[in-house]
C-alpha cells in the first residue's frame, strides 16, 4: 500500500532549495501531518495524479472552487476557446458584465460588485471600504476566522496560521492590529458587550458566516442575527466573508441560508472556477464610493482577466439548476454519517460538523462550537488519519483546521468507498 514517491520527493527537495518551505503556501506542505508534499500532474473530476503516477480521491478540491470538479468540460472550453483571443487586456470585457449580473442575480445584498484577484484582496478592500464609509477605524473580527493575509485581518486567524501555530505573524505592526479586537465565534454575549463599550467606534464587523478556517464550524442559532442587528444599531458595518461558502453551501450562500442581509460580502476562487479570482460586492450607496465612481482606491491590472471571467461563468452556470445543492448535500451527509459509523465502530472518538459540500472530522467527542473546542481535537490523530488515508489513496485536507470540499462528482460510489477506506484506517490508528 505504500505509494512510489520519488518524483515527488525530488521535486520537493529542489523546491525547498528555491522556495521557502517548498510550496507557494504554507499548509500544502503536509507539516501537520508530519508527510511530504505530493507534486501534482493532473486532475480530472474529483481524481488527482501526482507525478509519480499515483491516483487520489480528491476532497481538497483546491479548496473549495472546484464544485464540478476538476477539469470541468465547460471551463476548459472556455479557457481554450478565449485563450487565443488573448489572456489579458487590462482593459474592460462582456465576460466581467456578465459575471457580475449572475452574482447580482444569485446574492440579492449584492446590488454591485468590483472584482479583484484572490479572496485576501477582496477582504482587505472591503475592509478599507468600511472604515471610509463609517469614517471608523475599529474592525471586529473572531478567532479561528480566516479572511486572507492582510495585516489587519491576520490577528487570531485561522487556516494555514492556526496549523502552524502562528495566529498573529511577525511583521504585522502592532498599531494595525490594535484596531483589530478579535472575538470568540460564536458567543453573543461578548458581542453584545463589546458593542455596548465600542460600538460607535467600530467600522465593521467581518465574519465566516459558516466557518471553515478553524474546521467546519456552523454559527450558534442566533449568533449572526446578532451581528446584524448590532451593526445596524450602532451604524457599523456586516461583512460577510463568503469566500468558502458563496455559491457553495447554497447557490446565495450562506446568507440565503439564514435568511441575513450582510451590508459587503466577500467570494473567492469558487467564481473564477479556480482561476485566480476575488470580489466583493454589496450595498449600492456604499459600493459607490469605490474609485472612479467615489474616492476609495483599489485596482489591478489582472482584475477581471477575461480568462478568469469566462471560467467563473462555466462554474456558476450549473449551480442554478434544479436539485443541484439538494444532491451535494445528500453526498456530504451521506460521508458524514459514515465516517461517525466508521469511528464508532473502531472505538476512535470522532464529531463531524458538516454542512452542504463541506465537512470536518475533529477527532474528539462533540459538540464543537468554538475555536476552544476544535482546538481540543486530537491533531496527532488526524495526522496520522490523513497519512492512513493517503496512503489508500484520498487525498484529505493535511490539517485538522481546514475543510473537506466535495464536488458534483463524488456521486455515492466515490463516498461509499471513502468511507469503507476510512472504516480500515480507523481500524488501523486506533491500534496505533
Ligand atoms: N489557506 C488556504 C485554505 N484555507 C490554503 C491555500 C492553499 O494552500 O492553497
Redesign the pocket.
Known amino acids: 500500500m505504500t505509494a512510489e514517491t520519488a518524483r515527488s520527493d525530488d521535486l520537493y527537495a529542489r523546491a525547498r532549495r528555491v522556495i521557502p518551505g517548498g ?6 506542505a503536509f507539516k501537520a501531518v508530519g508527510a511530504t508534499p505530493r507534486f501534482i500532474a493532473r486532475a480530472a473530476g474529483c481524481t488527482l495524479v501526482d507525478v509519480d503516477g499515483n491516483d487520489y480521491v480528491d476532497y481538497v478540491m ?2 473549495g472552487p472546484l464544485i464540478n470538479g476538476h477539469a470541468f468540460g465547460p471551463i476548459v472550453f472556455a479557457l481554450t476557446s478565449s485563450a487565443a483571443y488573448g489572456t489579458s487586456y487590462g482593459a474592460p470585457t462582456e465576460s466581467e458584465v456578465e459575471l457580475a449580473e449572475a452574482m447580482v442575480a444569485a446574492m440579492p445584498s449584492v446590488e454591485m460588485v468590483r472584482f479583484v484577484s484572490s479572496g485576501t484582496e477582496a477582504t482587505m478592500s472591503a475592509v478599507r471600504l468600511a472604515r471610509a464609509a463609517t469614517g471608523r477605524t475599529m474592525l471586529v473580527k473572531f478567532a479561528g476566522n ?1 479572511h486572507g493575509h492582510g495585516d489587519a485581518l491576520l490577528a487570531r486567524a ?3 496560521s492556526l496549523t502552524l501555530g502562528v495566529p498573529t505573524s511577525p511583521g504585522v505592526p502592532e498599531t494595525v492590529v490594535s484596531q483589530t479586537l478579535v472575538l470568540p465565534y460564536n458567543d453573543v454575549g461578548l458581542l453584545r458587550e463589546a458593542f455596548r463599550k465600542d460600538g460607535e467606534a467600530i467600522a465593521a464587523v467581518i465574519v465566516e458566516p459558516i466557518a ?2 478553524m474546521g467546519v464550524v456552523p454559527p450558534a442559532p442566533g449568533f449572526l442575527e446578532e451581528i446584524r442587528r448590532q451593526t445596524e444599531r450602532t451604524g457599523s458595518l456586516f461583512i460577510m466573508d463568503e469566500v ?1 461558502t458563496g455559491f457553495r453551501v447554497a447557490h446565495g450562500g450562506a446568507q440565503s441560508r439564514f435568511g441575513l442581509t450582510p451590508d459587503l460580502t466577500t467570494l473567492g476562487k469558487i467564481i473564477g472556477g479556480g482561476l485566480p479570482v476575488g470580489a466583493f460586492g454589496g450595498r449600492r450607496d456604499l459600493m459607490e464610493q469605490m474609485a472612479p465612481d467615489g474616492p476609495v482606491y483599489e485596482a489591478g491590472t489582472l482584475s477581471g482577466n477575461p480568462l478568469a471571467m469566462r471560467a467563473g461563468l462555466a462554474n456558476l452556470t450549473p449551480l442554478g439548476d434544479p436539485g443541484y445543492y439538494e444532491a451535494l448535500d445528500a453526498a456530504t451527509g451521506r460521508l458524514a454519517d459514515g465516517l461517525s459509523e466508521g469511528a464508532t465502530r473502531a472505538g476512535v472518538p470522532l464529531t463531524v460538523n458538516a454542512v452542504t459540500g463541506m465537512l470536518t472530522p475533529f477527532f474528539r467527542d462533540g459538540p464543537i462550537q468554538t475555536l476552544g473546542e476544535a482546538e481540543g481535537s486530537d491533531t496527532a490523530r488526524y495526522a496520522a488519519f490523513f497519512r492512513a488515508m493517503l496512503r489508500r489513496g484520498f487525498y484529505l485536507p493535511p490539517s485538522q483546521f ?2 473537506w470540499m466535495l464536488s458534483s462528482r463524488h456521486d455515492f460510489g466515490i463516498i461509499d468507498r471513502t468511507i469503507a477506506a476510512a472504516a480500515d484506517a480507523f481500524h488501523e490508528i486506533a491500534a496505533q
Open positions: 510550496v507557494s503556501s504554507p499548509v500544502r483546491s479548496w480566516y485561522g487556516s494555514g471553515g478556517n468558502i481546514e475543510a
